[in-house]
Structure formats: C-alpha cells, structure tokens
C-alpha cells in the first residue's frame, strides 16, 4: 500500500514478538489532489457510534485550499 501511494520501502522491523512492527519509508511521489480529498473525506468524517460521524472533513479542506 505505501508503494501505491509513493512511498520507497526502507526497511521494516518487526518486534521480537511478531505482533508490532514499524516501517521507514522516504516519499517518492507526491498524490493528485483527489487521493489527498479522498484521504481527508474518510479520515476527518469518520463513523461513529449512534450513526454520527466526525464532520470535520470540509473545514480540513478548506483550510488545505482543496476546495
């Protein structure tokens, strides 16, 4: 997934324990601006419970001049 999105795998190091791990990458390519409204509409809008949601994905956008 990071190299979809851009991303040079360095390395990968998984804990002793195989339950954990941690990723360095270095970013390679920058995404259209549709990934990037995509990524801020789920993440800033995200579900919850009572069938409420987080409702902050247009102000993000805003303020990111992505609208």
Do not use: C
């Not at 920058?30 to 509409?41: C, E, G, M, P, R």
């Amino acid at each position: 997934m990071l190299e979809e999105k851009g991303f040079k795998i360095i390395r990968i190091n998984w804990n002793k324990y195989g339950a954990t791990f941690q990723v360095e990458a270095q970013k390679i390519k920058a995404l259209s601006k549709d990934d990037y409204v995509k990524a801020i509409d789920f993440e800033f809008n995200l579900p919850l419970p009572n069938n409420k949601r987080y409702n902050r994905h247009n102000e993000m956008k805003k303020v990111l001049k992505l609208t």
